[in-house]
């Protein structure tokens, strides 16, 4: 049997201002309409039947859970309290899969990838299936189309039936190396994809670091429910060295394997790979939303919320959010990742808050801002229902422009319809429902000494988050 393990912990920091910490790239539409988890999910129809392990951080539960609903995806959802990399998640992946007495084929794929030809994709996993079963950790190896210093690279050893033996694996080239490595034959880029017999990946783990199996299980054998997702034992998942499948047991494991992979595939690593997944049209320009160009010539052009021109830009990235605007050369595209951590290091709220912000209940989006006030356009879906709240620092006035709003304010309970409002004084118990059948639109506005998120005071929540969620 196949099991497929989705690892959905990545941050995508080198997409932003697009990709934050509060909405990853995995969650984004940015090739199709669906999501690259959901691309990812439904590749496997016609792989397995078996109902998909999603591994993921806890405090993006409900953007996996909504996705999931969107597409009428069964999963199992397993929460990790923070990233411990890849090896880890896939360990505990193995040790859940195993509980039933099954020991399956793991089909580990990361949720943040794209690829074109999803039958080249499963040609590829059928050729691993024969290989994994008699007893080989098999990743999956991508024919290179041109040199690349984003990616790494795998070396093929003696052939084998549908494969190789793996031979080396190599950090992301100098442009140099790169262009020899292609040039040479006989090496893929390092997709991050596998399929691992579950007993032999565990086997394996135990030999190479054993006190890393052993949180794990004590995280597994820990593990309880809340609501649709499985929470991992915190205190000993937290124990757990981090450390990547390649690091902790790939480059060290005598039967390892590689099938190539021929299927368009692109991790959308950065700007640059995603130009180039986009198929830029005869300008070499690749573009999304309201846009203007102007003897522009191979540039990436994105424009979430206004007009976008541009005029005279060559190998150019310009990407606008509502709340920030990024303008790079092409070749800076890896850098990305740097300026989001300078960003950081600065204090600054951008690369972790998204500006569209997702709660299980809808979702709510920042118009305007000052320095005692906030205006939000709230959206609750039909069956929403915010938590029974308080706030000590901020009055709030409701006006609904769609649907009806029924609001618990103290003792009282009544129906807010369109065109009408009520207001919510500085430390008055309330909350917000949707009883009805059309989604429930709102503008918020917020006055007050502090404006934060983190001013709340939730006494009840049937979505069981705490205070900082």
């Not at 080396?168 to 262009?179: C, L, T």
């Not at 997702?229 to 790939?250: G, Q, T």
């Not at 999304?288 to 206004?306: C, I, M, N, P, Y």
């Not at 190998?315 to 990024?326: A, K, Q």
Request: hydrophobic share 40%; aromatic share 6%.
């Amino acid at each position: 049997m196949i099991q497929p393990v989705i690892l959905s912990g990545g941050s995508g920091t080198r997409l932003w201002p697009l990709s934050r910490e509060q909405m990853p790239k995995q969650f984004l539409s940015l090739t199709a309409s669906q999501s690259l988890l959901q691309q990812t999910l439904s590749r496997l129809v016609g792989v397995t039947t078996a109902v998909p392990l999603l591994m993921g951080h806890h405090s993006h539960r409900f953007l996996m859970a909504e996705q999931l609903r969107e597409m009428e995806q069964a999963a199992t959802l397993v929460l990790e309290p923070e990233g411990r990399n890849t090896a880890p998640a896939i360990a505990c992946a193995a040790l859940l899969a195993r509980q039933s007495g099954d020991d399956p084929l793991l089909l580990v794929l990361p949720a943040d990838h794209v690829i074109g030809d999803v039958q080249a994709f499963q040609y590829s996993v059928s050729l691993a299936v024969p290989l994994a079963e008699a007893g080989y950790l098999v990743t999956f190896g991508v024919v290179p189309t041109q040199p690349e210093t984003g990616y790494g690279y795998i070396a093929c050893g003696d052939p084998l039936e549908g494969g190789h033996r793996l031979a080396a694996f190599i950090e992301k080239p100098d442009a140099r190396r790169a262009a020899e490595l292609v040039e040479n034959g006989g090496y893929l880029w390092n997709s991050g994809m596998f399929l691992l017999p579950a007993s032999r990946y565990l086997a394996e783990l135990e030999r190479l670091n054993p006190s890393m199996l052993e949180a794990c299980k004590a995280a597994v054998s820990g593990a309880h429910r809340d609501l649709d997702f499985l929470r991992l034992d915190e205190a000993a998942f937290r124990r757990c060295p981090a450390d990547s499948i390649d690091y902790a047991v790939m480059e060290h494991c005598d039967h390892a394997a590689v099938v190539p992979l021929a299927a368009q595939w692109s991790d959308i690593g950065s700007f640059d790979s995603l130009w180039a997944t986009l198929e830029p049209d005869a300008a070499g320009n690749a573009t999304k939303g309201d846009t203007w160009l102007t003897d522009t010539q191979d540039s990436l052009v994105f424009a979430e919320h206004r007009l976008v021109a541009t005029l005279g830009v060559q190998n150019h990235i310009v990407v606008e959010t509502s709340d920030s605007v990024l303008v790079a050369h092409r070749d800076q595209a890896q850098q990305v990742k740097q300026l989001v951590a300078a960003l950081s290091q600065a204090g600054r709220s951008e690369p972790v808050a998204a500006p569209l912000v997702q709660r299980p209940w809808g979702s709510f989006q920042a118009m305007d801002r000052g320095a005692r006030y906030q205006v939000k356009h709230i959206t609750v879906k039909p069956g929403g229902r915010l938590s029974l709240q308080r706030h000590h620092h901020r009055a709030e006035h409701w006006v609904v422009v769609r649907g009806t709003a029924q609001v618990t304010l103290e003792e009282q309970r009544f129906l807010v319809t369109e065109n009408q409002s009520t207001y919510i004084p500085i430390g008055a118990l309330h909350r917000l429902e949707n009883t009805g059948k059309i989604p429930l639109e709102l503008i918020e506005v917020q006055s007050g000494s502090y404006l934060g998120e983190d001013d709340i005071e939730r006494l009840d929540d049937v979505y069981a988050r705490d205070n900082n969620e």
